[in-house]
């Protein structure tokens, strides 16, 4: 019997086989856990639908994370079906493709600012505010996905740094809040990994490469690396841990300073 046997999930944020919310729902299902998937439009549906079925998963709905009303309609739908929920993985970040390249403040204008922030950190809180009713009584647990980013200037990455900035924030404050309802709530900085979000970053692939060869462990991570840590999070093995941010980035985060390989010895 799996850690998280016993356990409702709902997974929003699968785009392909490839994304960091695969890893996580495919770690979730082996460790017994039940999962529902969200998309947030009809092509997305016809991919992750199939994805949710090879799991044994019959639940998905449609969900813009940016429309209160589907947000809502998503929640009524695992309350008619599940009538609980145990774990909400918050896998969705977005910023208008000219924001996130070139010059940070020249690219950065006051529109794509908003999307960015409301795609990738309020949709947290408003996924959240849906979840609560569904996990009274019960040792829930939130999850995000965040980004170093958040905490140190990335080439490129320009406003998503500022969005995951504040859903860091907002793992802290939300944790503060529903903790003495017996929620937790925290999130996981993955190292970079090839999926389709990151396809759109400038740089994506020489970010692969420095990471890979300045790490402690000198590889880059990968989903199931993460899916591993979300299912652990998620679980009541993680039953004291709140508020974090969890590095899963083979201890990228940890070096300040790294000489090539070739120079070492």
Not at 136 to 143: D, Q
Not at 216 to 230: F, I, K, S, W, Y
Request: glycine share 10%; with cysteine; aromatic share 8%.
């Amino acid at each position: 019997m799996g850690f998280l046997a016993g356990k409702r999930a709902l997974i929003v944020g699968v785009a392909t086989e490839r994304s960091i919310a695969w890893g996580i729902a495919q770690a979730m299902h082996r460790e017994g856990a039940e999962l529902a998937f969200s998309y947030p439009n009809d092509k997305l549906k016809e991919r992750v639908e199939p994805l949710a079925h090879s799991i044994g998963s019959k639940l998905t709905m449609p969900l813009d994370v940016t429309v209160d009303g589907q947000i809502d309609a998503a929640f009524d739908l695992l309350k008619r079906e599940w009538g609980h929920l145990d774990i909400l993985i918050h896998a969705v970040a977005f910023a208008p493709r000219e924001a996130i390249a070139g010059s940070f403040v020249e690219n950065t204008s006051r529109e794509a600012f908003r999307i960015a922030h409301d795609v990738s950190s309020y949709s947290f809180t408003a996924l959240a505010r849906g979840a609560l009713p569904l996990m009274a009584g019960r040792k829930g647990a939130l999850l995000t996905l965040s980004y170093l980013g958040a905490v140190r200037s990335i080439p490129a990455y320009n406003v998503m740094g500022l969005a995951k900035a504040s859903l860091e924030a907002n793992v802290r404050f939300m944790a503060a809040d529903v903790g003495p309802r017996g929620i937790r709530v925290n999130g996981i900085s993955a190292g970079p990994i090839k999926t389709l979000a990151a396809a759109g970053i400038a740089g994506f692939r020489k970010m692969l490469s420095h990471v890979a060869e300045v790490a402690p462990m000198r590889r880059n991570v990968t989903p199931e690396d993460v899916g591993n840590a979300a299912a652990f999070l998620c679980s009541d093995l993680a039953a004291g841990i709140t508020g974090e941010i969890l590095y899963v980035d083979s201890g990228f985060n940890t070096v300040g300073m790294s000489f090539p390989q070739e120079a070492e010895g």
